[in-house]
């Protein structure tokens, strides 16, 4: 089973700043076959990047995402109030899919 | 627009058997899509339990294999979760899920569209 750690756990910005989340994975993710999640208290996930760096249906391109093997990056390179929230990565190169543990983008 | 819809009871005793069932409105859960059921522990990550097509072909997380059995019922356009032999580790919210794409060997993807969740509590 890969193992995603994410980072940093909490990410304190202010509006308009720069967010840089990281994802790593315990072996490497075959064909960057990774995605991203927004989830916001009290709703489901949303799902924002796939593909390592295709953006979903109506995602701002505020959002992007790189990486290859075992680092993968979501960019938010501008913080809009709304995307104050947690981030989830996840990877479906291999059985079983697994989800990393979070990280936290709050308001400084 | 595709809407996902989860029922079923929100409180089960130990040792017994959850069952939730997702509801597809706004398309036809018979198109080339795989299913799934993810969890979420109160304050904690997401955990993938198990996908199916509506051809009725699963994968299952190995964590939780001997316990989970999803199954798909086209005429209702519904899929549904059982998962056996609770303990109080198994409550969480429980998400059903669209996959967006997958591969015929390789299995279920992403996620692309999501219901709103449903908690089920495991306690006496």
């Known amino acids: 089973e890969i193992v995603l750690t994410q980072s940093p756990g909490t990410l304190s910005l202010s509006p308009g700043e720069r967010a840089t989340l990281s994802c790593r994975a315990s072996?490497?993710?075959?064909?960057?076959?990774l995605a991203w999640y927004q989830q916001k208290p009290g709703q489901a996930p949303r799902l924002l990047i796939y593909g390592a760096s295709s953006r979903a249906s109506g995602i701002p391109d505020r959002f992007s995402g790189s990486g290859s093997g075992t680092d993968f990056t979501l960019i938010i390179s501008r913080l809009e109030p709304e995307d104050f929230a947690v981030y989830y990565c996840q990877q479906y190169g291999s059985s079983p899919l697994t989800f990393g543990g979070g990280s936290k983008v709050e308001i400084k | 627009q595709l809407q996902l819809q989860e029922s079923g009871p929100g409180l089960v005793k130990p040792s017994e058997t959850l069952s939730l069932t997702c509801t597809v409105s706004?398309?036809?859960?018979?198109?080339?899509?795989?299913w799934g059921w993810i969890r979420q522990p109160p304050g904690k990550g997401l955990e993938w339990m198990g996908s199916?097509?509506?051809?009725?072909?699963?994968y299952y997380n190995p964590s939780l294999k001997s316990r989970v059995t999803i199954s798909v019922d086209t005429s209702k356009n519904q899929f549904s979760l059982k998962l056996s032999s609770l303990t109080a580790a198994d409550t969480a919210v429980h998400y059903c899920?669209?996959?967006?794409?997958?591969?015929?060997?390789?299995?279920?993807?992403?996620?692309?569209?999501w219901g709103q969740g449903i908690l089920v509590t495991v306690s006496s």
């Open positions: 199916i097509y509506y051809s009725g072909n699963t």
């Open positions: 899920a669209r996959v967006g794409d997958f591969d015929w060997l390789r299995g279920p993807y992403y996620f692309d569209f």
């Open positions: 706004g398309g036809s859960i018979s198109r080339s899509y795989y």
């Open positions: 072996q490497s993710v075959s064909s960057s076959y």
